[in-house]
């Protein structure tokens, strides 16, 4: 596939995929015109990256990650790491359930006092 094609079914920018090829996250080969193309499992490849980087991994993270996905091996410093990250993302994922179940219960309150602006503030 070519860049384009895979940044569109990746939903990101080819100015991403570029950036993935310089961290080393992502290897396209070069047709004899130059222009790369990308085996077609790159598009489920990206999207993992984006969902490490949307978990505040960062690209030396990524790029230790990766492995492991590929090879299928999992060192004991790795699967530490990789339990450690998961954690991390739990929590995150905690915090923000809590977030929004406060957020529920503030629009529930809303709209059970729509009607009387001033009592909101009482119900909270």
């Keep these: 596939m070519r860049i384009g094609e895979v940044a569109a079914r990746a939903g990101v920018s080819v100015r ?5 090829e310089e961290q080393g996250l992502l290897v396209a080969e070069r047709s004899p015109g ?9 598009v489920e490849r990206v999207r993992f990256i984006q969902n490490l980087y949307a978990a ?5 993270a990524v790029l230790r990650i990766l492995p492991c996905m590929e ?10 790491r990789l339990l450690a990250e998961r ?4 929590a995150q ?22 009607t009387d602006p001033s ?5 909270s």
């Design 34 to 42: 130059g222009q790369r193309r990308y085996p077609p499992e790159a």
């Design 16 to 20: 991403a995929l570029r950036y993935y």
């Design 119 to 123: 009592t909101c503030a009482a119900a």
């Design 93 to 114: 994922l905690d915090e923000l359930t809590a977030t929004r179940d406060k957020l529920d219960h503030v629009i529930r309150v809303g709209q059970a006092h729509r």
């Design 71 to 80: 090879h299928g091996v999992l060192t004991d410093e790795m699967h530490e």
């Design 56 to 60: 505040g991994l960062g690209s030396k």
């Design 87 to 90: 954690a991390r993302v739990q």
